[in-house]
Every structure is written in structure tokens, then in C-alpha cells.
């Protein structure tokens, strides 16, 4: 049987095909998940993916925290279940308290669609067991709201506890410690703003996001 | 109609921009006088934008078939069929006279629009193409132009999560007072899936979907879109800009594909310009039959709305549906699911009259014939004579440079400020993406996600300098360039539309650079063996009675057959030998250096379409074997900036010789490529250029640190690159700030 992985759906969210493509180009399955129910279908991981999650309205992930689908994650979650939030979906981890910190505009005030370099700073979370400390991977950031912040109490928790996963080479949009993944305290939930979706393949520039999606299946 | 008639003292026809002669016509086709509410409608779908009526004369004369074609000019949108059983929509649209008074909203009420056009066809929408054109970059007013359009265009194009894959921007003086936002909207769909906007079926119902109707964009394409600005009215226009919530749609995509996907649809239109009017009579009119609608059923965004405002006003993300009864049940739970609100607000009558009703049994406020609305508009052929003095002075007086470098250093802007505000990537389509010749994207099942192995080609490209010179000439120049932008990324063209952006049609001077680039673009596609499948036509682009210069925008879509690597682009590797493949002639006139110092006029270089045809096979040749490792279209700045962009990109030097002046180096002529050649590869290039007897010109080698023209220009790369990158950011601010 494939890993299947199950991804969120919100009015909104436009990357869920990407998501899928990406999954099943490494082996595994993807289900799409609707924001209105409240069952994960027996999903073996969870993506949140990027998009505009009901279009953003107040602030990114504000109003998706509340779907039932979200309570059904957290308690996936909560059961060591592998969830992995990339860029809106990451907003909306944050904004559901599953994950640190918050998402803030870019420090240049604009949308920024571009490559990224990233490295991997431990090895030890549901996005990067199959990478290395210290890969240099390239995967492209598409966001508006992607500065992450934190109060210094819990920056320094994340640090301790070695739970910064990837950080930006050159800090593209001013996140603090040059932070662009972290994850929960049980190391299941990541939540990242760079695609590694769109970085499976080399005809669209890089795969290195590959090793990113294929450590995910592997944690399932 | 006391609202209508109290907007002005003068006739109601007249305020609503009818000529007193269309208001006779009206009567006429009624065979009584016409109420207000019943002008209001004709005056929308008669307005210059709705009926064409200035230039349809002009477009007959355009190329429209080819076997691959599957629906040409007149529809929402132009298809074809590209093979594995997948057709592709594609349109091109204007918005620039929303886009100069209120640049967010207008860009991205633009955006909005031309999706719209691309799902009523039953497409998917999944790439969009921005062709941008600003007043000059030292103008304030331009420079707050550019910042809103861009943000407008990346606030609704990422949010409603379709990528921009690529388009240009242009600053020049003639857009000071009237900026070109062209946005290109590119679809699929199973072929077999194809819908067109028509109702059928007496007893259907029109089921209106998404927004409620507001008081935005009452009268955008009469009042707005179809006559010039004067020097102070843009405040007075305001209120005929629409507002975009890409969200719904957003929602509204999502819930219409599903629609279509479970075959609930007879018949789809969208509402843009002119707005329920032109919904509901185009369907009806072109399904044969006529409808009632019930104006009261209308869910309206504020109280006290007059019937003459539901009918016309713009409000956005709005679709109209034609359904069967039976099916209503499950069309109203599949918006549901979406949360997009649904309102039977019309059924489907025989015998073809469009009548507006309060309450389907109530009182009639309007009875018109629906094909008249926009099928009796007046055609004019206006009168049309070769401007005096056509381009000011002459660009081969110009003195030669003192430094051939800096000049050259002024002629780089990287557009990468711009299209880093865009998603390009969604959807995993994006090989080649904004900042190339030209985009590529995979082609894959529109249903299934099925990769084909192959790809779809797309670009846009404009000249208003060379239109300027020599409108028919510059015309056929930019089709030239489409083509040999689409061989750089190993694509074969299939269909062209346009977007005519001109001044005001009343202008006699006006209407003949029309009719010139019409001819030019007609002989260039036929040429090509390229069919106009569809465009758009934007008049009235003046501003204090001064006419832009002619910018008609050609929109190439093309195949790639085996999509199996990335094109090079263009880059240089170090060691590797330059090669101009193409003709040598080249002219100053409307060239981009010239223009730098205000003299353009003259006679544009030669387009011999034949060698050009053979300068495209054999460009898509050697980009497909993998022969070149670099590759660039001469365009705009000549061979001086084609080189300089490689360098640029690549950081790798160039040192070039046989550049013997700066006419050489900054002149612009068709069918010339540069490309980067392995040294051990170069024998097998020259010898394919031969075969296809295409003039080579061994230019020099791509090497060291710096762009050295022999005798001309030495300049560090280091320089070049900074002054590249630097031109938008420094003018426009930093965008990011690491940079």
C-alpha cells in the first residue's frame, strides 16, 4: 500500500494539486481533505498546503483554524500523526497553535515569488529525516506574508530544543534568525513557507525539494 | 427614469454617449420611442468597446482559419486544438483607462475579466501574460501607475491562484497620460468539453452566480473605456472603476468547473463589460431564442438601485448560467459547497425578445430585440489619412556616442522586479518562466493532470517605436519577433491574438495607423501561417487630446513537440563563441537608442518573411538538438543590448569585434539570434545555418569579467549586471531587501 497523505482543502487554497502531484511522483497517494469534515479517511500524513485559505480575509489562517477539518488535524497531530504546513498552510498551523510564532508581511513590503536557498539544521523532523545538516537546497518562496517572528522566550526554546528545521541562506523577506521551517515540540508538525512542491522536478529548475516531500512519506 | 434623465440637462442618449443618429437607429429597430432604461442598454452594448463599431471594418481584413482553429474571433475566447485530445482558450484584453485612475483595482479588475472570458469556454484558466506600458520612470504620477498596476496584478492574480507566467513592461513618454495594462488569460480544456456562451432550450432558466450587483462600474465601457482623458476628469471617472475580490472568484472558478464538469450547463457567459445587458442578450441572441428577466430578482449590494443600474452595472466576479429545470437543484448545492450565491433570475423565451420585467409577472420596463443590441450596432468607416510629419526628427542624424557604453548601460532594465511580485510557478507548469524569450509551460491533461511530454509556447511582445515609424512595417515586425521569440524556446506558432491599443479613433491619423497595422499584422500572419484566433480592440487612448503612439500587442501561442529539456535561454558560458545568426541589416528608426534621444523617424529595416520563416526552423532546430547553449532574439536595443542581457544574466564577459559603429550596435532589424556555441559544436552550427541558407556572422567570444566591443565599449560586468538589475528597484523601490 502507498503512504497516502491527505491534503486540506479551504475554499481558496490553490496548491492541493500541486501537493498531490508531488506525493505521487515520489510513490505515494494523495487525498484530497475538505475544510468542512471533520475525518481524515485513515490519511497515513497531512499536507496544508499554500494558497489563500478563505482569501486571507483578516489575516492569513485566521478563519481556517476554525474548520472542522483543522480539529481533525490537531487531534492527528496530537497523536504523532506527520503534518506538514507549507507557506499558507504553514500560517495556518501557526494560527491554529500547532506551531510557534507567527507570519508577518515581508521586511520589502511585497509579494515575492523566487528562488531560495535553504539549509537543513537538523535532521530530526517530519520534513527533513531523509536530508542531511547542512544540505544546501534550492526551492522556491512565494509569498506576501512570509517574515516569521517570535517572542526572544520562544526563540530561544526553538534553538535549544533544535527545532529551527531549515533556514534561508540569504534572507530573502527579513524572518527572524533567518528561520523558513520549524516544527512542534514533537517534531511532527513542520511548518515551512518555501515550496518544496514545486521543486520535484528538474525540468521546472530543481528537485531538491524532493528530498523534503520523500522524507514526509517516510515519517508516515 | 428620473435617475437616468436627471444626470443631465442635455438629451438622456446624449449623456449616455449615444450620437443622436444611433438614437434614431434605436428608435427605428423598436418602432417607437425608446424609454431610458432601453437606451441605457443599447448605449453599453453600442459603446466603442462592446460593438467595435470603429473597427470591425478593419479586422474583416484579418486571417482567422486554420484546420487547427476550433473558434475563432467573435467568441468569449479564440481556441485550438493542440493535440493529446486538449484544445487551449486564449484571450487578451485591455484595461487601461480603469488602470490610469485607480491602478490596483483596475489591474486586478482586469485580471478578474479576462479569467472569466477564459471559464465561460469551459477552460481552465492557467496562465496569465501581463503586458505592462508606463509613462517614464522619472514621472511620479507614472511610477505610482506602475507600483499600483503591479500590485493589483500580483494581489489578485496570486489570490484567485493562477500564475503569471510572463509579459513586459515599458516606460516611455507617450503612456504619460494614458498607461496600457494588457493582460493575456491561456486555458485548457478536454476538447470535447468545449461551451460556448449561448442559452437554448425554451423554458431554461438564467441562473446568475457569484457577487451581488452594486453601483461599481456603472457605464465603464460607455462613459470610461470609450472616449479619451481630458486634463482633469480622472477624479469625475472614479466611480467607474470596478472593484475585484479575487477570492470569489476564486470560489467562482471552482464552482463554475465543477458545473461543467458534471454537465449541469447549457450555455455560460460571464459578466464583464456592460454587465447583465450583455449576459443576457449575447446568450440569447446567439442560442436564437430570448429571455425574460426578472431585474427584481437581482441580489443587489445597497437599497434603491434603479432597474437602468442592475442592467449595466459592472460589479465583478459575476457569471450567468444557462440550466435546464431539472438540474437547478444540484447546481444550487454545488454553489453552495462553494459558497457562491445563486439566483434564478431569468427563463428562456421563444421568439428572441429581451424583456426586462419587474417580477417575472410584473410590469415590462424594457421589450428590445436581443440580436439588435449587439448585433445591429453601427459600423463605422471612419475617415482615416496618413499623418504629416510622422515621427519628428530623423534618427540617422543622430551623432554618434561619446561613450557607447554608458548609453548602453541606460538601455538595461531587468524586469525581474516586476515579475517577482507574481506567482509563476503554480500548477507545476513553468519551465521556462517570466524574463525569457518567451514562457514555457508543461502540457498535461486538463482533467486527468497527464503529462504529454510536450509543452505550450507563449508570448507577448509590442513596439510602439516602430509602430510609430511605419505602422503597417512596425506591425509586421512585432508578429516577426512573436515567431522568432517562440524558436528561441524551441516552440512552433499556432495562433496570434492582439490587443490594438491605439488613440482616439476620431482622429483621422488615428484610424489609418489602425488600418496600417491591421494590413501589416494580416500579410505577417498570413506569412506565418499563424491564424488571428481572437483580440481586443482599445481606442480612445489620449490623454489632452494627445494620441498614444500605435501599440498593437501580439500574443503568440505555439507548441513545443518534445518538451524533454529546458531551453538554454540566454546565457553565455565562458569559452563559448557568439554567433549572430540573420541578416545584417539593421535601421535606427524606432530603434530604442534613438528614441533615448528623441529621434526616431525613418524607414524600419527590411522583413524578408521567407528568410525570417528560415531563421525560426532553424533557430527551433538547434534549440531543440541541444546544439546552442545560449540563445536571444535581437530586439529592442539592437545586438548591443541582446549581448549585454546574456552578459547580464549569466555574469559571464563578452568580447565582441566586426561592430563597426553604434548604428551597428544599437540598430534594430528582424530575424537575428544570438547564440552561445561550444567551440567543438561550431563547425555543425554554421554548417545547419548554411543549409538553411542563413547568414552567420561569427561575432566573438563569451569570456573573462568584462563586455568589451572592439573599438566601441569596454564595461565590467560587475557594472553591467548592477545597472540591469538596479533600473526598476532604484526607481520603484527596493521590493526586497536584501538586494
Same mark, same amino acid.
Given at each position: ?97 500547532? +506551531?510557534?510564532?507567527? +507570519? ?7 509579494? +515575492? ?90 525540468? +521546472? ?16 | ?46 459603446? &466603442? ?55 490596483? @483595482? ?18 481552465? =484558466? ?10 517614464? #520612470?522619472?514621472? =511620479? ?41 494588457? $493582460? ?8 470535447? !468539453? ?46 467607474? $472603476?470596478? %472593484? ?61 438601485? &434603479? ?8 460589479? @465583478? ?35 428572441? /425578445?429581451? !424583456? ?10 424594457? &421589450? ?47 524586469? /525581474?522586479? *516586476? ?6 510557478? #503554480? ?22 493532470? &497527464? ?32 515567431? #522568432? ?93 557568439? *554567433? ?42 538547434? %534549440? ?6 545560449? $540563445? ?37 532589424? =528582424? ?13 555543425? %552550427? ?22 568589451? *566591443? ?5 564595461? =565590467? ?23
Amino acid at each position: 500500500m502507498a503512504t497516502t497523505v491527505g491534503v486540506v482543502v479551504f475554499p481558496g487554497t490553490n496548491c492541493e494539486m500541486d501537493a498531490v502531484t508531488a506525493v505521487e511522483g515520489l510513490g505515494g497517494s494523495g487525498r484530497l481533505l475538505w475544510h468542512g469534515d471533520d475525518d481524515l479517511s485513515g490519511v497515513d500524513a497531512v499536507v496544508v498546503p499554500g494558497g489563500f485559505a478563505h482569501g486571507d480575509y483578516l489575516r492569513p489562517g485566521a478563519i481556517a483554524r476554525f474548520s472542522p477539518m483543522m480539529g481533525a488535524v490537531a487531534r492527528f497531530a496530537a497523536d504523532g500523526g506527520p503534518v506538514v504546513g507549507i507557506c499558507n498552510g504553514f500560517q495556518v498551523l501557526t494560527e491554529a497553535g500547532l +506551531l510557534p510564532g507567527a +507570519l508577518q508581511k515581508n521586511r520589502g513590503l511585497k509579494f +515575492l515569488c523566487q528562488p531560495a536557498t535553504l539549509r537543513v539544521e537538523t535532521t530530526a523532523s517530519a520534513l527533513t529525516g531523509r536530508a542531511s545538516v547542512g544540505d544546501e537546497l534550492s526551492v522556491p518562496i512565494n509569498h506576501f506574508e512570509g517574515n516569521y517572528t517570535c517572542d526572544d522566550e520562544t526563540l530561544a526554546r526553538l534553538r535549544d530544543e533544535d527545532r529551527i528545521v531549515l533556514r534561508y541562506v540569504d534572507n530573502p523577506n527579513g524572518s527572524m534568525d533567518d528561520i523558513a521551517a520549524v516544527c512542534n515540540e514533537g517534531r511532527n508538525v513542520v511548518g515551512l513557507m518555501p515550496h518544496p512542491e514545486r521543486a520535484c522536478d528538474e525540468l +521546472l529548475g530543481s528537485a531538491d525539494g524532493a528530498i523534503l516531500m520523500a522524507s514526509l512519506l517516510a515519517a508516515a | 427614469m428620473p435617475g437616468v434623465s436627471d444626470l443631465s440637462p442635455e438629451p438622456l442618449h446624449r449623456a449616455l454617449g449615444l450620437t443622436d443618429d444611433e438614437a434614431v437607429k434605436i428608435d427605428e429597430i423598436l418602432g417607437r420611442e425608446a424609454n431610458g432604461l432601453e437606451l441605457a442598454m443599447y448605449s453599453v452594448m453600442w459603446s &466603442e468597446h462592446c460593438s467595435y463599431k470603429s473597427s470591425r471594418i478593419h479586422l474583416k481584413r484579418l486571417p482567422t482559419e486554420a484546420p487547427w482553429v476550433l473558434v475563432g474571433p467573435g467568441e468569449n475566447a479564440g481556441v485550438v486544438d493542440v493535440g493529446d485530445g486538449i484544445a487551449a482558450a486564449i484571450r487578451i484584453e485591455s484595461h487601461n483607462h480603469p488602470s490610469a485612475i485607480e491602478p490596483y @483595482q483596475g489591474a486586478a479588475t482586469g485580471v478578474g475579466g479576462i479569467l472569466r472570458d477564459i471559464f465561460t469556454m469551459g477552460a481552465r =484558466p492557467i496562465a496569465l501574460m501581463d503586458p505592462l506600458r508606463f509613462g517614464p #520612470l522619472d514621472d =511620479p504620477r507614472s511610477r505610482w501607475i506602475a507600483e499600483g498596476v503591479v500590485s493589483g496584478v500580483s494581489g489578485y492574480g496570486n489570490a484567485v491562484g493562477v500564475p503569471t507566467v510572463g509579459g513586459e513592461v515599458v516606460f516611455d513618454e507617450t503612456y504619460r497620460g494614458n498607461p496600457l495594462v494588457n $493582460v493575456l488569460c491561456l486555458g485548457i480544456l478536454p476538447t470535447e !468539453r468545449l461551451v460556448l456562451g449561448q442559452a437554448s432550450g425554451v423554458g431554461n432558466l438564467a441562473v446568475l452566480l457569484g457577487s451581488s450587483t452594486g453601483r461599481d462600474g456603472i457605464g465603464g465601457v460607455s462613459v470610461l473605456a470609450s472616449a479619451g482623458f481630458s486634463e482633469d476628469d480622472d477624479g469625475d471617472k472614479r466611480p467607474s $472603476v470596478q %472593484v475585484g475580490d479575487p477570492y470569489e472568484e476564486k470560489r467562482l472558478i471552482e464552482g463554475c468547473l465543477q458545473l461543467l464538469d458534471e454537465g449541469l450547463v447549457v450555455g455560460i457567459q460571464d459578466l464583464g463589460g456592460a454587465g447583465l445587458t450583455c449576459a443576457t442578450s449575447e446568450t440569447a441572441s446567439r442560442g436564437g431564442v430570448g429571455m425574460d428577466v426578472d431585474v427584481s430578482a437581482v441580489p443587489r449590494r445597497e437599497p434603491g438601485m &434603479e432597474a437602468h443600474e442592475v442592467m449595466t452595472s459592472e460589479s @465583478q466576479e459575476r457569471m450567468l448560467a444557462i440550466v435546464e429545470p431539472d438540474g437547478l437543484d444540484r447546481v444550487l448545492a454545488i454553489c453552495e459547497r462553494w459558497e457562491v450565491a445563486a439566483t434564478v433570475i431569468g427563463r428562456v423565451t421563444d421568439g428572441g /425578445a429581451l !424583456r426586462i420585467l419587474d417580477g417575472f409577472e410584473g410590469e415590462v420596463l424594457a &421589450e428590445v430585440p436581443a440580436a439588435s443590441l449587439h448585433e445591429d450596432a453601427p459600423l463605422y468607416d471612419r475617415p482615416r489619412s496618413a499623418p504629416a510629419d510622422p515621427a519628428g526628427p530623423p534618427a540617422d542624424d543622430l551623432a554618434a556616442p561619446s561613450d557607447p557604453g554608458a548609453e548602453l548601460l541606460d538601455l538595461l532594465a531587468d524586469p /525581474a522586479w *516586476v515579475y517577482r511580485q507574481y506567482d509563476h510557478q #503554480l500548477f507545476l507548469n513553468t519551465v521556462v518562466g517570466p524574463g525569457d524569450d518567451a514562457t514555457v509551460l508543461k502540457l498535461r491533461h486538463p482533467v486527468t493532470g &497527464e503529462e504529454t511530454g510536450r509543452g505550450l509556447a507563449m508570448s507577448t511582445d509590442g513596439n510602439h517605436r516602430w509602430c510609430a515609424v511605419d505602422p503597417r512595417a512596425g506591425t509586421a515586425l512585432v508578429v516577426a519577433e512573436s515567431v #522568432l521569440n517562440l524558436a528561441c524556446v524551441g516552440a512552433r506558432p499556432l495562433a496570434v491574438v492582439n490587443c490594438l491599443n491605439f488613440g482616439n479613433p476620431e482622429h483621422p491619423e488615428v484610424m489609418w495607423q489602425f488600418s496600417e497595422a491591421v494590413d501589416g499584422m494580416g500579410d505577417a500572419c498570413r506569412a506565418f501561417d499563424v491564424p488571428v484566433i481572437g483580440g481586443n480592440v482599445s481606442l480612445y487612448n489620449e490623454s489632452a487630446g494627445t494620441d498614444i503612439d500605435p501599440t498593437p500587442v501580439i500574443g503568440l501561442l505555439g507548441v513545443v513537440d518534445d518538451l524533454c529539456s529546458r531551453p538554454p535561454g540566454a546565457t553565455l558560458v565562458d569559452g563559448h563563441r557568439l *554567433v549572430l545568426l540573420g541578416p545584417d541589416a539593421t535601421s535606427l528608426a524606432g530603434s530604442l537608442w534613438a528614441a533615448a534621444h528623441g529621434a526616431t523617424a525613418g524607414v524600419l529595416a527590411p522583413l524578408d518573411t521567407d528568410l525570417h520563416l528560415r531563421v525560426a526552423v532553424l533557430v527551433r532546430s538547434l %534549440v531543440v538538438d541541444g546544439l546552442v547553449d545560449g $540563445v536571444h532574439d535581437v530586439s529592442a536595443g539592437g545586438l548591443g543590448v541582446a549581448v549585454a542581457e546574456m552578459v547580464a544574466r549569466s555574469g559571464v564577459g563578452a568580447h565582441l569585434a566586426r561592430i563597426a559603429d553604434h548604428a551597428a550596435l544599437f540598430g534594430e532589424g =528582424p530575424s537575428r539570434v544570438v547564440v552561445a556555441v561550444d567551440p567543438e559544436r561550431l563547425t555543425e %552550427v554554421l554548417a545547419a545555418a548554411e543549409a538553411a541558407e542563413v547568414p552567420t556572422s561569427r561575432i566573438g567570444l563569451a569570456t573573462g569579467d568584462r563586455l568589451v *566591443v572592439k573599438d566601441l565599449l569596454d564595461v =565590467p560586468v560587475d557594472h553591467l549586471r548592477a545597472a540591469h538589475r538596479d533600473r526598476l528597484p532604484a526607481a520603484l523601490g527596493s521590493g526586497t531587501t536584501n538586494r
